[in-house]
Each structure stands twice: as structure tokens, then as C-alpha cells.
């Protein structure tokens, strides 16, 4: 079976990926009930960020090592004559919690959320970013060692009605195409309009991320795809290169994506498995280390303080979501830890009723 988007991207279900997408599933599902405590969590998606920022900026030529980003990020150390190369690693992680904040709001994807993740991407991890606007001029892609052109991409006058026509078709799939088909194909076709004149890569990669994270394949935000495309670079480059053609218009529009997807999902596949070690790893040498509190919590209450570690409050929804409960049972659940002092009710109104940890709990944050 061939799809194809009305923008022009198009591929096929094949066995292997077929295939490969059920693994995924089943990994996704595995990761997302490991029942990790709130500072496991927080260190490996801490541990995810710092990867994901300097892989992805490692792919762009950045200079600094995983250690060095590490200091970068928390402030501890400046090197002298690195200055782009640190504030490109404080622009990245700096988008990838803003694309992280956004997905959790449950937000469409707009064409302004784009603009402004590659505000932060070139901010240098500024706190405030404005939407950057696309470029007004050519823009060509050329070979390092050899000067020769790698790829032209579309005329700057065709940008923004390729760019509306990329999100709309974002939207419009969710409901037929899978989540991991979308990132692909958004991460691709995105690098194939190449909209601005620098940081098309990095953007790429954190739109697919938004899709991703804002799809249910967010994973916690403890996994990071950039390590597998840093890996072997010529494999991403190869991967991402479709089509006959150098130029846009001569047939990289209408390319058959499936080798990328295919290239794309495996990434994905070698991502979340790593996450499912890393995270019984980090939970086995944390079940040698407890505290007093949390030994008294049962496994339901541990698996939701997870939820604490995102935000300071919650719904019974939230909850409903995290357990795959009934109302009645959350309802029943949330009455069953107030009274224990786990929880204290945050707002007592019936259409946005809160909770939040007791001081005890809230300690452990």
C-alpha cells in the first residue's frame, strides 16, 4: 500500500516496518508502566536532555564534548573560544523544554510554535524567544570537503505556502497515520524545505520531537533519538537524502520516504529499549537507597508521584490517564489517599478540582 500526503510525501507499509512499529508499541508500553520514582525520573530525563542537546548540535559540527555541554547547561564553566558552540547547546536545551511545555498543554501544532522553537534554537538559551521569520533568499547545502551541492532547496517566494501546507497535513493525519510515520515525515519534509537559513537540522529534529511527545511517544521525555543519527552520521545523511535530485524541483518533493521512515522508526526502536534498561537500571540501584517515606507508599501512590514531577498539581483526569481507570475509581482512589494524607485538595471547585502532595510527599521534590 502507497499514501501520500497532499504535500507530497510518499511511502509504504512494509513488513519490516510493520514490524518494527509493533516492537516499538510494545517498548512504549513497557516504559510507560515502569512504576519510576519522582528522582529517577527527573535524573534520567535530565540525563535525556543533556544527550539529545549535544548529539543533535554534535550532527551541526559543535565542538563541545558531552561533559562540557553538562557544564554549559548548569553554568559551572565557560571556554574560551567555544562561544557559538555554547550558545547553540543552551539554545537546544532550551527548545526542548519549551517543545516539551507546549505538548503537555496539548496545543495543535501551528506554524508560530515552529517559528518560535527555532527562536530558541538560535537564542542561546534565552528565556524569551520571538518567532523567527522564514528566509527571503536562496539558501544552498554543499559539501564540506568538496564544495559540491548536496542540495537546493525551494525558492524562499514557495517557503510559506510549503511550510502551511506541512502543518496542515500534520494535523490532518493524526487521525489515520501513525505517530512515529508523522515525526518522520514532518523531521524529513521539513528538512526538505530547509526554511530558514541555519538551524533547519536541529528544528527538524525537535519538531519530530514535538510530534512525538504531543502523540503519546514522549516516553517521559527520558529517551533521545539524536544519539542513534549521531552514531553514524553518513547513515542519517543517507537516510534523509531522498529522491533523484539534488533540487526540490526535481523530484525530492514527491520522493518515496519509506527508506527514511523505515530508518527513522529503527532509531526509535534503539531509543526506547535503551530507556527501558537505563530506567530498570536507575530504579534497581534507587530500590537500595530508599527513604523512610517513600517506603511507606504502595506501588499505585510511587507510580504517581510521576505526575508530581511534571507539575505541582492534578486532576482526576491526569490520574485516570496515568492508571487507565474509570472515573468512578479515580474518584474512589483520590477520596482514599486525601484521607491518608497523601494528597490535600489543591481547588475544591467541581469543574477544576486539584490535588496536590501532602507537605510530606511534597518534600521529596
Known amino acids: 500500500m502507497t499514501l501520500s500526503g497532499k504535500f507530497g510525501p510518499r511511502y509504504k507499509i512494509t513488513n519490516r516496518l510493520a514490524s518494527a512499529l509493533l516492537k516499538l508499541e510494545g ?61 547553540e547547546v543552551k539554545g537546544y ?71 502551511a501546507g506541512l502543518v496542515d497535513w500534520i494535523g490532518a493525519a493524526r487521525a489515520e497515520i501513525p505517530c512515529p510515520i508523522r515525526a518522520a515525515i514532518g523531521h524529513c519534509q521539513f528538512a526538505t524545505i530547509h526554511p530558514y537559513y541555519d538551524g533547519n537540522g536541529r528544528t527538524a529534529r525537535l519538531l519530530a520531537n514535538f510530534i512525538l511527545h504531543s502523540g503519546g511517544y514522549g516516553l517521559k521525555g527520558i529517551y533521545s533519538l539524536e544519539e542513534y543519527y549521531a552514531r553514524d552520521l553518513q547513515a542519517y545523511y543517507d537516510a534523509i537524502a531522498v529522491g533523484p535530485s539534488h533540487n526540490y524541483y526535481e523530484g525530492r518533493a514527491e520522493a518515496d520516504t519509506t527508506g527514511w521512515i523505515q530508518y527513522f522508526v529503527d532509531g526509535m526502536v534503539d531509543a526506547f529499549a535503551k530507556v527501558e534498561e537505563k530506567a530498570k537500571e536507575a530504579e534497581g540501584r534507587w530500590e537500595s537507597d530508599k527513604s523512610p517515606v517513600l517506603r511507606m507508599l504502595d506501588p499505585r501512590q510511587r507510580k504517581a508521584l510521576s505526575l508530581f514531577a511534571l507539575q505541582k498539581t492534578i486532576t482526576s483526569q491526569d490520574l485516570a490517564a496515568l492508571f487507565s481507570f474509570a472515573p468512578r475509581t479515580v474518584r474512589l482512589l483520590l477520596q482514599k489517599w486525601t484521607e491518608q494524607g497523601f494528597l490535600v485538595m489543591a481547588d475544591p471547585s467541581k469543574k477544576a478540582r486539584k490535588y496536590k502532595l501532602a507537605r510530606e510527599y511534597e518534600r521529596l521534590f
Not at 131 to 140: A, E, F, H, I, L
Open 27 to 87: 517498548l512504549k508500553e513497557l516504559v510507560d508502566h515502569l512504576p519510576l520514582t519522582p528522582s529517577v525520573l527527573a535524573s534520567l530525563r535530565e540525563t535525556a536532555r543533556l544527550f539529545s542537546t549535544h548529539y543533535s548540535t554534535q550532527i551541526e559540527g559543535n565542538r563541545l564534548s558531552e561533559k562540557e555541554v553538562a557544564k554549559v547547561i548548569a553554568g559551572s564553566q565557560h571556554f574560551p573560544g567555544r562561544v557559538r558552540d555554547e550558545k
Open 93 to 163: 536545551y532550551r527548545a526542548l523544554a519549551v517543545i516539551e511545555e507546549t505538548a503537555r498543554e496539548g496545543r495543535p501544532l501551528a506554524e508560530e510554535q515552529i517559528r518560535l522553537v527555532h527562536g530558541h534554537v538560535m537564542g542561546g538559551g534565552k528565556k524569551t524567544a520571538s518567532p523567527t521569520p522564514y528566509r527571503d533568499g536562496q539558501n544552498v547545502i554543499k559539501d564540506g570537503a568538496t564544495g559540491r551541492i548536496v542540495y537546493m532547496p525551494p525558492e524562499a517566494r514557495d517557503v510559506p505556502g510549503l511550510m
